[in-house]
């Protein structure tokens, strides 16, 4: 919902000539309850979510039991979630809940091998600079 950034994207579609992208900067869990049909994503893309590394704001995380439960209901059957983070306790807490959701599975052992197809963001860049591992999780539903 970060204004500069939707920006910044939609320049980057512009500069690229694509037609097949949607934005909407609004909640996510919105926008899933009310926008996204049920089984409809062929893939969903959860890169830098805020860490929150707060503990106390740990509630706030977006990979949580709840949101991944209603994710995975507007997932295609064979779809891919592929989250990815610097925060490392973040990952242990993101690979936990992604692993107990029953209709999700790991496509690895653990964390996967960085896509190539992943492109690096600014906050990937920030965390290498501070020395930060970034893991990436790729799921796919059952």
Not at 99 to 109: K, R
Request: aromatic residues 6%; proline residues 7%; hydrophobic residues 40%.
């Amino acid at each position: 919902m970060h204004t500069p950034g939707v920006g910044s994207l939609l320049k980057r579609v512009a500069e690229l000539h694509l037609e097949n992208v949607r934005v909407i900067q609004h909640d996510a869990v919105e926008v899933l309850q009310h926008m996204i049909p049920h089984a409809a994503l062929d893939g969903v893309h959860i890169f830098f979510p805020d860490p929150w590394p707060k503990k106390r704001h740990h509630k706030r995380r977006l990979i949580q039991p709840p949101f991944l439960a209603l994710l995975a209901s507007r997932m295609k059957r064979e779809a891919t979630v592929h989250a990815c983070t610097d925060w490392e306790d973040y990952a242990q807490q993101m690979l936990e809940v992604l692993s107990a959701e029953p209709l999700l599975e790991n496509t690895v052992s653990g964390y996967a091998d960085r896509p190539h197809t992943r492109p690096q963001t600014k906050f990937e860049g920030r965390g290498l600079e501070l020395g930060h591992r970034v893991l990436d999780l790729v799921f796919r539903k059952i």
